[in-house]
């Protein structure tokens, strides 16, 4: 009923940019917040960065400074991205994008992405 569907991942090498994006579409009264998570081999998910529809930013302090998050909420295709410069080996990871959202007016559930891979490496 409602996908989240993320692209741009890819391989760079350490100290270049990557851009993800993220579409979400479906059953979407209003969106609440969206974010980006990564998962590394081995280690939990952890928030990358998240957005509220208010346009409100939260960072991981990895990121913060290389990483900008923006989302556009304005049309029935809800468009979130991450800008990610100054990429170290580090950020490798899968990234996914979650959603946080009102199915009506009173419902707010979440979604997950598949995930992109991101792979830093000389």
């Known amino acids: 009923q409602v996908q989240l569907v993320e692209s741009g991942g890819g391989l760079v090498q350490p100290g270049g940019s990557l851009r993800l994006s993220c579409i979400a579409s479906?059953?979407?009264?209003?969106?609440?917040?969206m974010g980006w998570y990564r998962q590394a081999p081995g280690k939990q998910r952890e928030l990358v960065a998240a957005?509220?529809?208010?346009?409100?930013?939260?960072?991981a302090d990895s990121v913060k400074g290389r990483f900008t998050i923006s989302g556009e909420y304005a049309n029935a295709r809800r468009t979130m991205y991450l800008q990610m410069n100054s990429l170290k080996p580090e950020d490798t990871a899968v990234y996914y994008c979650?959603?946080?959202?009102?199915?009506?007016?009173?419902?707010?559930?979440?979604?997950w992405g598949q995930g992109t891979q991101v792979t830093v490496s000389s």
């Open positions: 979650h959603a946080d959202y009102y199915s009506d007016s009173y419902t707010i559930t979440s979604s």
């Open positions: 479906g059953n979407i009264f209003s969106i609440n917040a």
């Open positions: 957005i509220t529809s208010g346009g409100v930013t939260n960072y």
